[in-house]
């Protein structure tokens, strides 16, 4: 089960976070979580930031063009590798998610 907390020790700045929300907020998006590494707790100073995005459905591929490219914007040297869990049937990621990771952003 996806943890519904934010986050305490996945290094990763309040800035980047605040970042995320105030994006996701211009967006058709649900929920973003944190996932990988860094939600785990064993990331590297340099590790990437894995998110996984939960759209609602009027979310298009403008919408995504514009999503990526404001949450690449962010300032940061970290790579963010971000996968659209719409799309995703890989079992093991979603599985992986599902245990590991984070919410750091949901509209309810």
């Known amino acids: 089960m996806i943890q519904q907390k934010h986050i305490i020790k996945c290094n990763l700045s309040d800035a980047i976070i605040r970042d995320m929300e105030a ?18 707790g064993d990331n590297r100073i340099n590790s990437d930031i894995d998110i996984a995005i939960y759209t609602f459905s009027d979310f298009d591929c403008n919408n995504e063009g514009g999503f990526v490219s404001e949450i690449e914007d962010i300032n940061t040297l970290l790579k963010f590798d971000i996968v659209f869990m719409n799309d995703v049937n890989d079992s093991k990621l979603i599985s992986n998610i599902n245990r590991d990771g984070v919410v750091i952003y949901e509209r309810l």
């Open 23 to 40: 994006i996701a907020k211009r967006y058709p998006i649900r929920k973003i979580v944190l996932f990988g590494s860094r939600a785990r």
